[in-house]
């Protein structure tokens, strides 16, 4: 009898977890049939984290999976995956890509992400706000960028890249070779520290500097990775594990930065044309933006946002630039010499109308940023039902929208022979005949990136400073063929840039 009881209870036991497999089977099939049940082409999920497990287990970069997933599915329109169990959809049509960013932009201001403030107080930045507190933010923060303020800054920018100047001597003659993204880092960190913050750091030659430690800390931090990921996959997760993925390291550097060079030039009436003095007019008339509550914290993110995308996106572009033109002397001997006749225009100076009249320097510029986009995907997310223009497919308030600039911008079909670095491709005729959604570094529309014309500047200027008189060359150390690196949530290459740099004769 005491037998039959327990075969009795084994087999309840058994039917009892099958019924809960088949359940969670049940959930996870039917989640993952959204885009099927709607005709809607994709790749197939795997359960819990959808189409990111390549990413999750770092066996793919996201720039991997985001030019795989284009390159199968670039003959449709549109074709949605899965984050996390939430359905996404990624818009291939260059017409409805500029439906998105620009013509029906009202109803995709957003860029879909959540914001924990108690957790993360530096998220509330410009990038990642929501659309009511970005908007008027936005207005009041643009002036900064105008070619005007550009212009008072340069002369700080310059200062730095002479810095560099010294620097790229001590490298050229120790003979070694050096990780270029990794110099070109520690030059738009000098930047950003004296365009945004108004504090000379000098990271090029101090090894300890700590502006420097904390750009290195937010992109390799655990609990910041940690932070993304749950954003991305489980926002749900942020909540619970919240205060054991709190950066207060990070958070409390950049804070008391920002408050601290307040109080001060408020006592000394000090007066800067940088990004704290225009935080400074904001919280002195709160009244420009009498919709939002102007706090010390996120007066501080603007500025930390400011340094992310200043020395980060700056030096990645560089570092790709230097790694391609190491590859392509010719490109690089004709570039010096474009640098070489501005400088000798104006007796070995640097002005800010030299920028824009080097149009080789552009067309270097702009073939990087086609190749290696820093972002490569934008995103947005629908503020209201939304049906597409000429199509059958709508989609519901909340659903987020990817923009796959990485696929785009090596499509064979737009680009020929997309691995090719080719700066003739941006001749003003090739330009004018291709699609404007068809390069996209920095967004296009209203919420495009607010600081592209700084990025152009600083960029181009270390460019020039690096190669006026200095070679970049591959050495053993050079990772050839491009690998991205699987840990970075920016297109990175593997190993860093590392190449020789020798000195050349004036």
């Known amino acids: 009898m005491l037998k039959t009881i327990m075969n009795m209870d084994y087999y309840q036991l058994f039917f009892a977890i099958g019924a809960v497999v088949l359940a969670i089977y049940y959930y996870y099939t039917s989640i993952y049939n959204y885009w099927k049940n709607r005709g809607i082409p994709g790749p197939i999920p795997g359960p819990f984290l959808g189409n990111f497990w390549n990413v ?6 996201t720039a991997t999976l985001v ?3 284009y390159n199968e599915f670039k003959h449709e329109p549109v074709f949605g995956i899965y984050e996390g169990t939430k359905p996404l959809l990624v818009i291939n049509d260059l017409e409805l890509v500029k439906d ?9 201001m957003d860029r879909g992400f959540q914001v924990f403030e108690k957790i993360e107080p530096l998220a509330q930045h410009l990038f990642l706000l929501e659309s009511e507190r970005w908007r008027p933010l936005r207005s009041k923060l643009s002036p900064i960028f ?13 200062e730095c890249a002479g810095n560099l100047e010294k620097f790229l001597d001590k490298v050229a003659d120790s003979g070694e070779p050096v990780d270029c993204r990794e110099m070109s880092a520690k030059f738009t960190t000098d930047v950003i520290g004296s365009c945004a913050f108004g504090i000379s750091m000098n990271a090029l030659e101090d090894e300890d500097s700590e502006f420097r430690r904390m750009g290195r800390q937010i992109f390799t931090d655990f609990k910041v990775l940690a932070r993304i990921v749950c954003r991305q996959l489980a926002p749900s997760l942020i909540k619970v594990f919240g205060r054991w993925l ?5 958070d409390n550097f950049f804070i008391g930065i920002v408050h601290d060079t307040m109080e001060y030039r408020e006592k000394n009436n000090v007066r800067r044309p940088d990004m704290i003095n225009m935080l400074m007019e904001l919280k002195n008339h709160p009244d420009k933006v009498n919709s939002i509550e102007l706090t010390d914290t996120l007066l501080a993110a603007q500025a930390f946002v400011f340094f992310i995308a200043g020395f980060e996106t700056s030096s990645s572009t560089m570092g790709h630039a230097l790694y391609e033109l190491a590859q392509n002397q010719d490109v690089q001997d004709k570039l010096r010499q474009e ?15 030299d920028i824009k009249e080097m149009k080789y320097l552009d067309k270097v510029f702009k073939e990087t940023l086609r190749k290696y986009p820093i972002l490569t995907m934008l995103t947005r997310r629908a503020m209201e039902n939304y ?25 064979p079909d737009i680009y020929p022979e997309p691995e090719k670095f080719d700066p003739e491709r941006f001749e003003d005729d090739a330009v004018a005949a291709r699609h404007p959604m068809s ?7 209203p919420r495009n990136c607010i600081g592209a014309r700084f990025a152009h500047i600083q960029s181009k200027i270390g460019l020039s400073t690096i190669l006026r008189n200095h070679k970049v060359d591959v050495c053993e150390k050079t990772t050839i063929p491009y690998e991205p690196d699987e840990r970075a949530f920016l297109l990175t290459l593997k190993g860093g840039v590392n190449l020789k740099i020798t000195k050349v004769q004036s």
């Open 246 to 250: 709190q950066s207060t390291e990070i």
């Open 387 to 411: 049906t597409f223009k000429g199509t059958k497919i709508t989609i519901p308030k909340g659903m987020k929208i990817w923009v796959p600039v990485y696929g785009i911008q090596t499509d």
């Open 339 to 353: 640098i070489r006749d501005t400088y000798k225009k104006n007796g070995g100076t640097l002005t800010y109308a």
């Open 56 to 61: 999750i287990t770092r066996k793919y970069a």
């Open 67 to 69: 030019k795989n997933w």
């Open 439 to 445: 390069f996209l570094p920095f967004g296009d529309g």
């Open 146 to 158: 105008t070619s005007g303020k550009l212009k008072e800054m340069f002369p700080l920018v310059l």
């Open 100 to 108: 998105v960013l620009i013509r029906d932009f009202s109803f995709f």
